[in-house]
């Protein structure tokens, strides 16, 4: 039983994180641009947001949940102006889409780190985590279920799950999300229809990248207490997770709890008597997320269900 509600609380921290950034590329794809700046966009939102909390703790100017609410805000500020370059260079200057968004990735991991050597004076930032949850009230009484969700958990969680809830109902309910997705599937009707594809693909580039950058900073609190600029390769599994669930929040959730847990097995096998049991060599279980990512593509990419208008320029005199 120990064994499960272990599994099950890294399953949430390695999930949520990656539900948040799979729902960042909803937007950004369900307006038409394809948005594979996310591992960039998650390192500058988790180097922001980690370098402002390192100076609150150093100098005792903030601590506790205002300190980490704040640095939140930053990381989404900081993803979504830097996701404004790829909107630029994807939209207005009809750039390649994934050209311009793995120009962002290489570029990101450089400039944390140059600017964090030169601020801090090493790669790593360092931070305290002071906001791990031991025991939810109420909740965690529930028997079974208290112990495996509301147990060492973090606020971040709901976060997430408050996330998926808006998304869900922006995307299907509300006049914008109509239009949203009016832009990935047919921009010349939507132009048509005296609605403008250009502010609506920057709406869902820039929520995509305050929602990357708000994950880069999820992704690192609950598991490390330092960021030296990596974020796992959890930008390219966030697409990952998007393709297998077919652009649909509800199937996103699903898919990225799936691979969640398969990243929980790969973290933290050791700590699971059964796996360890086994005796299968450490890299077999590290390699895990990656491998079931390739199957994934493998079997799920001829079925896919993008946007008509993924990826494709919008030119107002053409059709």
Do not use: C
């Not at 609150?56 to 506790?64: E, K, P, W």
């Not at 964090?116 to 906001?131: M, S, T, Y």
């Not at 009230?137 to 808006?166: A, E, H, K, Q």
Request: charged residues 10%.
């Amino acid at each position: 039983m120990n064994d499960i509600v272990f599994l099950s609380q890294r399953m949430m921290m390695f999930g949520i994180p990656l539900l948040i950034v799979a729902l960042a590329a909803t937007y950004s794809e369900r307006s038409g641009v394809i948005n594979i700046a996310l591992e960039g966009i998650m390192i500058v939102g988790a180097f922001s947001g980690t370098l402002f909390i390192y100076f609150m703790q150093r100098n005792g100017a903030l601590s506790g949940y205002p300190l980490l609410f704040i640095a939140l805000i930053i990381a989404t500020v900081a993803g979504m102006l830097f996701a404004a370059f790829h909107a630029f260079a994807s939209i207005n200057m009809s750039a390649d889409q994934t050209i311009s968004g793995t120009a962002l990735n290489l570029f990101a991991p450089a400039i944390v780190i140059f600017i964090a050597r030169v601020v801090v004076g090493i790669q790593q930032v360092a931070f305290k985590n002071e906001w791990r949850i031991r025991a939810v009230p109420l909740l965690s009484d529930i028997p079974i279920i208290g112990r495996m969700f509301f147990t060492n958990t973090y606020v971040t969680t709901l976060i997430g799950i408050v996330i998926l809830i808006v998304t869900q109902y922006v995307l299907f309910h509300t006049r914008f999300g109509l239009r949203l997705r009016s832009a990935g599937e047919n921009p010349h009707a939507t132009d048509a229809a005296g609605i403008s594809v250009k502010k609506m693909r920057y709406a869902g580039v820039l929520i995509s990248g305050a929602l990357g950058g708000l994950g880069g900073l999820i992704y690192i609190i609950p598991i490390s207490v330092s960021f030296d600029g990596n974020v796992a390769g959890y930008g390219f599994l966030a697409m990952a997770v998007l393709i297998f669930g077919q652009w649909k929040p509800k199937r996103i959730a699903f898919a990225a709890l799936f691979f969640g847990l398969l990243q929980a097995i790969s973290a933290g096998y050791s700590g699971i008597s059964f796996f360890r049991d086994l005796g299968i060599p450490q890299v077999y279980f590290e390699i895990l997320p990656y491998a079931a990512t390739l199957v994934v593509l493998v079997f799920t990419s001829k079925s896919s269900a993008a946007p008509k208008a993924l990826g494709e320029i919008f030119d107002k005199g053409k059709r």
